[in-house]
């Protein structure tokens, strides 16, 4: 790939982006780009060229867990 913009930290962020994308483009989604393309083109293109917004969302809230049976450790009879 070549520069990516700034906002995008990662191969896989793009791939995930364009594809959402593609896929708004493909359900009837108006392209923002002056010529026509291919759905998969013109997403990769209007996520390169940062003329689509996104965001990463709010940071998901920890899940507390209870230990299960299978996690607790049992004594196994060691005298130390």
Known sequence: MHDMPEKIDSKF???????TRAEQLM????????KPEKPTSAAMREVM?????????????????E??????????GLEG
């Open 13 to 19: 962020r793009y791939v995930l982006l364009a594809a």
């Open 27 to 34: 359900l009837g989604a108006q392209t923002k780009l002056a």
């Open 49 to 65: 060229e940062e003329l689509v917004e996104w965001d990463y969302g709010p940071r998901p809230e920890p899940v507390a867990t």
């Open 67 to 76: 230990p299960q049976e299978d996690d607790v450790i049992e004594d196994a």
